[in-house]
């Protein structure tokens, strides 16, 4: 491949703020405040008005996307400052500040939506249909369908104004206490004390002792701690759940699904295909304890990498060129906005202190470009991490050359699509250039264990979050030990009796910060349903080879101005039909016996 500008693995991030010191900070918030103060004055208590046309409501969206945009920029460079050193003083601090500006702002506009709501209900179809608000549809019709549950103006503000300085807070509280954690791991022989995101790595280490002394040290260590870990949880799940009961949702799951915009029907006919199918990942379980040499799977060994030979290293160099020539052998343009990232700079990769965990993209609306955030460990996992955080970054390019502000962000079971299908051009990338058949064996189990890892490991997750709901309508108190037990029974649904944890692995649910997001609970089962999404969509490409390619890009385009039904029917995918979902599971499965072929 042709010499490349490659990413120096920390982020530049000028084009959103220069520093924690920009000027520009108290000129954006000052220009909102004057923006805000003319947009209620010209529109507080007359966007319900029921002679309103389209035009005045096309207009109105137009100024509320000059209003939010420069403001989600300074939240956008204070979350990317504060995640990659979560003991950055200044930054914690520019968070804060622009925190209780945005709680501010946020309180003042909060009769849009519900008047729009109101107005939505007065005026005919047609209203929403009209030409003038064609590129609004979608996000209309999202508000004129969550209005019922929309509180009182008053209400409204009061809820936004206690999170600042409480659910939030517990957010906040788990992530910065686990930023700053130490473990104590043997590297080379010392004892090394290690971060979180430093020692992260070892869980899926080539070397058994390193697996186990991570699985005893650090998930250890956070069991040391798990009474703050659970007060914070169970906080922010009770506060759901009272917001939930408020808002007259008919249950803790409704919100999430109008958020990703399905329906309950089709997330339970995925879950009945999953779980039809269970054989499926306790086979996989038990072939990998007979590689290991054990009856059953040995805690240690979950995570572990393929035991025929040694993966080789992968550098940060070598790992941007070979996500590149996937991407770009895809579809040329989508090559040139990888090359784009890495010369910009757009990506933190580089592993540090006080670094916080996981790893994520950050849409940059207004250059249609992203920020991607990781911790590279020179393994074939974060190189399909960093192939993921890719798939993001091109959705979000691809929706923003089309879409307006407020319709651009796909919901996140569509939004995960592109992130694995990006994945799995990798993972055929990787398979296809393999140069001897251990080669070729240790990738295929490393694609089966990462498909298999996504559809049941996060699969339970989503049934550990129901019942962490049910014991609070229950009455049951969630303790730690409590806890425990929900995580427990929600994996055992799955693996059956097919491995011999650990009780330091049951300690998954205090790092894990898809758990800890108020605002987004249910985070986990958006994965479960892309991921089987992708399948159907990498099924597609195989069949019509270059020719699906641009109907893959218009899917992506689309981003939130349909619901993912309409936008998946589009490429003749049916997602309320079981057999769709039961096609993902038999794609899984065919792979599976190709590997099962080398043992």
């Not at 007359?46 to 420069?70: A, G, H, Y």
């Not at 939930?244 to 295909?273: C, V």
Request: proline letters at 2%; a negative charge; glycine letters at 6%.
């Amino acid at each position: 491949m042709e010499n490349i500008v490659t990413s120096s693995g920390t982020w530049d991030l000028s084009a959103l703020l220069t520093n924690t010191e920009d000027p520009r900070i108290d000129e954006i918030i000052e220009a909102t405040e004057k923006l805000i103060s003319d947009f209620v004055a010209k529109y507080y208590g007359k966007i319900k008005l029921e002679n309103n046309s389209p035009s005045f409501v096309f207009e109105l969206l137009r100024q509320m996307e000059d209003i939010l945009q420069p403001l989600g920029e300074l939240m956008q460079f204070a979350i990317l400052e504060t995640s990659v050193n979560q003991q950055n003083k200044e930054a914690i601090a520019l968070l804060a500040h622009v925190q209780k500006n945005s709680s501010k702002f946020r309180r003042e506009l909060a009769f849009v939506d519900l008047e729009l709501g109101e107005l939505l209900t007065k005026v005919s179809q047609t209203f929403i249909e009209s030409s003038e608000l064609t590129s609004y549809r979608h996000y209309l019709e999202k508000i004129s369908r969550s209005h019922k549950h929309k509180l009182s103006e008053t209400e409204e503000k009061l809820i936004i104004e206690k999170d600042q300085f409480g659910v939030m807070e517990w957010q906040k509280l788990q992530g910065n206490w686990l930023s700053t954690r130490k473990f104590t791991l043997k590297i080379s022989g010392k004892d090394q004390e290690v971060s979180w995101s430093m020692g992260y790595g070892n869980f899926s280490s080539t070397e058994r002792e390193s697996r186990l002394q991570a699985i005893k040290n650090m998930l250890g260590g956070l069991g040391k701690d798990k009474e703050l870990y659970a007060f914070a949880l169970r906080s922010i799940c009770n506060n759901h759940v009272s917001e939930s009961e408020k808002r007259k949702y008919s249950s803790p799951l409704e919100h999430s699904l109008h958020q990703n915009d399905i329906t309950e029907g089709m997330l339970m006919k995925m879950f009945s295909a999953i779980e039809k199918n269970v054989d499926l990942i306790q086979e996989f379980i038990l072939l990998n304890a007979k590689i290991n040499g054990t009856e059953k799977l040995r805690g240690e060994d979950f995570e572990a990498p393929p035991i025929s030979g040694q993966s080789s290293s992968i550098d940060w160099d070598k790992a941007q060129k070979i996500v590149l020539q996937c991407y770009t052998e895809f579809d040329e343009d989508i090559g040139s906005f990888v090359k784009d990232m890495y010369s910009r700079n757009r990506i933190d990769s580089l592993s540090r202190e006080s670094k916080r965990a996981g790893a994520f993209c950050s849409y940059f609306f207004r250059e249609q470009s992203a920020f991607i955030f990781q911790s590279f460990n020179n393994n074939i996992d974060s190189v399909g991490t960093l192939a993921h955080e890719m798939g993001h970054a091109i959705h979000g390019h691809l929706a923003s050359t089309v879409q307006n502000y407020l319709s651009f962000h796909s919901t996140m079971v569509l939004a995960e699509t592109a992130s694995e299908f990006g994945r799995m051009l990798f993972i055929e990338k990787y398979l296809e250039q393999s140069q001897n058949e251990n080669d070729k064996k240790n990738l295929l189990f490393q694609s089966v264990q990462d498909l298999m890892r996504v559809i049941y490991e996060v699969g339970s997750r989503f049934r550990f979050e129901e019942s962490l709901y049910k014991s609070i309508k229950d009455d049951e108190f969630l303790s730690p030990d409590k806890i425990d037990s929900l995580y427990w029974e929600a994996r055992n649904k799955y693996y059956g009796d097919t491995i011999d944890w650990h009780p330091e692995q049951a300690y998954h649910w205090c790092w894990k910060p898809h758990y800890y997001m108020p605002k987004f609970r249910f985070y986990n089962y958006p994965y479960v349903f892309a991921e089987l999404i992708v399948l159907g969509l990498y099924n597609k490409y195989r069949e019509e080879g270059e020719s699906f390619v641009p109907k893959y890009k218009e899917f992506l385009k689309a981003g939130g101005s349909e619901s993912p039904e309409a936008i998946a029917k589009k490429i003749g995918l049916d997602l309320n039909s079981e057999e769709f979902w039961l096609s993902g599971i038999r794609e899984i499965r065919r792979l599976f016996e190709e590997l099962k072929k080398y043992y």
